[in-house]
């Protein structure tokens, strides 16, 4: 039997995006949770707060209006550690600037820098790199 993630938090500002994200996200069954976030603002939000749980999981888009996703690795920097700790982030983009991938490299919170759109297969292959214990057996 595997384990499931307690959350896995989507922050992506298109709408479409998150709904095919969240459907094909479900048809793992890896999570008990799927939290949604439309701006860094929202997602911050949700960190904070103690009503939800804290993601396992985090796939992060860059290119979002009002706060980025650069910015919001700023802001989520400034969480409480408690907050942060064993999240894995995933920046999951349309960006193909080299820089992009570069910067992400030396930003020790991202774990990996994705393309979109999310696929079952990367779903798998970041559960299998992340999170063995909630690969399909």
């Known amino acids: 039997m595997k384990r499931k993630l307690k959350s896995i938090l989507l922050i992506d500002d298109d709408e479409p995006t998150n709904f095919f994200s969240s459907l094909l996200i479900e048809d793992a069954d890896c999570t008990e949770h799927i939290q949604i976030a439309d701006s860094g603002q929202r997602a911050l939000g949700l960190l904070k707060s103690d ?3 804290i993601p396992d999981l ?8 009002a706060m980025d996703g650069w910015e919001f690795l700023e802001k989520y ?6 907050h942060q700790s064993k999240i894995v982030i995933i920046m999951l983009t349309t960006s193909l600037n080299p820089d992009d991938r570069e910067k992400a490299s ?12 999310l696929t079952s297969e990367l779903i798998d292959k970041v559960l299998l790199k992340y999170f063995q214990s909630a690969v399909k057996v």
């Open 51 to 53: 009503v939800l749980p």
């Open 58 to 65: 985090i796939f992060l888009d860059i290119n979002m209006p």
């Open 77 to 82: 920097r400034q969480l409480p550690i408690d």
């Open 106 to 117: 030396k930003i020790k919170e991202i774990s990996g820098f994705e393309t979109k759109p």
